[in-house]
């Protein structure tokens, strides 16, 4: 989590100066490059027919998808108040994986989502006047962020994490570079360029461990720590864009918080 509001608090900034898909292309060759140097190093490559397997594709896919619904709205809204919306991702990963997956969810599991599902209502203040339209665009990321963990829980096992990151940068970098044609280009700064390999390195780190925490662990385990996203986007909103969250925002937070060392605490108790 920390990996990617990380980057995504780089590609906000970036994204000011340089069209957003051109943005998108320029950080996937920089993390693409990255992945197969620890790819190499770490003898994990996967044979290309490997990547054309329905849940790998689905998985890929979906975040390709994902990442521009995602992104497009990143660009209209505060990053903590869209950091807060994906926060529903964990309510719906943690039933779905019990619905489809049949994945048993203990109480302490529940109890850790619902507070922090509460944090996020009192960020986002739906119907408030600080709510907007844009978020919607939040409300299909979630949904597409659910399909893509759930698909990775299909790939097979002897696919290593760090070769599905790799596949999926590969098709998210041309998909960027694709739309971008069609956008505009426009000739970057060294700032920019400095800013996408920044985001380029730490989304590497998220790819890398989402992708494992999915397929090592239960979802419904790892679901709450998501809510910590929403801690770091804070910060970060704070430190990069010099905007202050008010006292709401901050109580949610502290809520998310709570659910996250809950979770920690509890997580290894039986199911209920």
Request: hydrophobic residues 60%; contains cysteine.
């Amino acid at each position: 989590m920390f990996g990617y509001v990380v980057n995504d608090a780089f590609i906000k900034r970036a994204a000011e100066d340089l069209p957003l898909f051109q943005a998108i292309f320029f950080r996937g060759v920089v993390i693409t490059a990255l992945l197969i140097v620890i790819v190499r190093v770490r003898k994990s490559t996967a044979p290309l027919r490997s990547y054309f397997g329905r849940p790998i594709m689905l998985r890929m896919l979906m975040e390709a998808l994902g990442t521009v619904a995602y992104l497009v709205t990143l660009t209209k809204v505060p990053l903590a108040g869209l950091s807060a919306v994906m926060q529903l991702v964990p309510l719906a990963v943690t039933f779905a994986a019990a619905r489809l997956l049949r994945e048993q969810v203990n109480i302490h599991r529940i109890v850790s989502l619902m507070i922090g599902f509460a944090g996020v209502l009192f960020v986002i203040r739906p119907g408030g006047d600080d709510f907007s339209p844009w978020f919607l665009g939040g409300i299909a990321a979630v949904a597409l962020v659910v399909a893509r963990e759930l698909a990775t829980r299909k790939v097979p096992a002897e696919i290593a994490g760090t070769a599905i990151a790799l596949g999926t940068a590969v098709v998210i970098t041309t998909m960027g570079g694709v739309i971008s044609v069609f956008q505009g280009w426009k000739v970057p700064s060294l700032l920019v360029l400095a800013l996408l390999s920044c985001g380029a390195f730490f989304l590497c780190l998220g790819y890398i461990a989402s992708v494992n925490s999915i397929r090592l662990g239960d979802i419904s385990f790892s679901a709450p720590f998501r809510y910590t996203v929403l801690v770091f986007a804070i910060v970060l909103q704070i430190v990069v864009f010099n905007e202050v969250p008010d006292a709401m925002t901050f109580i949610g937070s502290g809520l998310v918080a709570i659910a996250g060392f809950y979770a920690l605490a509890r997580g290894t108790a039986g199911v209920a």
